[in-house]
């Protein structure tokens, strides 16, 4: 089977983190910029937790260690606890995978990242990395941009609007939001569609969202960042099967004014 490997910043809403978890930032840390795109997120309460689910076989949490880190951190990757970890190198690393494991069955997994060290000791998200098998061995993806302007990206209408302040942050200078709570968007996408990612701006003026796929369980999410960032994936799934396929988004904002922003969509077809 073609093995895809996917990667998402810290940035993303498809990692939650709980409440005691904190940005990173470059103006009370002069080695912010030593991380993946200059940005992590942090945390040095005891107990503190992040979590992500995946579908894939292989998973890589990637974070610093650092003298101030945790002694201890410990994983959960379903029911089994990985660790406790030690956090504390000699020196500054950076970009280091804080945990790994792979071979195990292509399906949906949730992973724990829990700060097992004294209160005010730190340990760090940077990015995540898994892979999927998806296909059979003589297959191979064949990736296809959907601009947020294409037909196929259904909006409510009157509650959407294609002309962002901010759109030349967008891919191809173009973007949609809405305000409005309950407000949806509905990609549709073909024959063929194996693996779909959605990409979004987030930010302070973004909120909460959820996720619908083929009708099913709706997921929330939440797009509030402390810094406005572009081309953040809001949602990805893989290993849907040669059908039609839909995806809807809902604005559903925690406090009025908050907003859903979108992007573009990457979906991904299996060759014949």
Do not use: C
Request: proline share 5%; aromatic share 14%.
């Amino acid at each position: 089977m073609p093995l895809v490997t996917n990667l998402i910043d810290d940035k993303s809403p498809l990692i939650h983190y709980d409440s005691t978890w904190l940005p990173g930032n470059s103006w009370d840390d002069y080695d912010a910029d030593q991380y993946y795109l200059g940005t992590f997120t942090t945390n040095n309460v005891t107990n503190g937790q992040a979590s992500f689910s995946f579908n894939g076989t292989g998973v890589w949490v990637y974070g610093a260690k650092r003298p101030n880190h945790a002694l201890y951190y410990s994983v959960q990757l379903d029911d089994i606890t990985f660790g406790p970890y030690n956090g504390v190198p000699p020196y500054n690393e950076f970009m280091q995978p804080i945990f790994n494991d792979s071979g195990f069955a292509q399906e949906m997994h949730t992973l724990t990242l829990t700060n097992q060290g004294e209160e005010g000791t730190y340990v760090d998200i940077d990015l995540i990395v898994w892979q999927s098998e998806v296909g059979n061995a003589d297959q191979q993806l064949i990736t296809e941009t959907i601009q947020d302007t294409d037909p196929r990206f259904q909006y409510q209408k009157s509650a959407w609007s294609s002309t962002p302040s901010d759109a030349n942050f967008y891919s191809n200078g173009t973007g949609h939001y809405t305000e409005v709570e309950g407000a949806t968007v509905t990609l549709t996408f073909t024959v063929g569609g194996e693996m779909v990612t959605l990409f979004g701006a987030t930010g302070t003026s973004n909120g909460p969202y959820s996720v619908q796929l083929d009708g099913g369980e709706a997921t929330r999410y939440n797009g509030t960042a402390f810094l406005p960032f572009y081309g953040v994936a809001l949602f990805h799934a893989d290993n849907l099967g040669s059908s039609q396929h839909e995806l809807t988004l809902t604005n559903t904002p925690s406090v009025t004014g908050q907003q859903l922003s979108i992007d573009y969509a990457l979906v991904s077809t299996l060759s014949e």
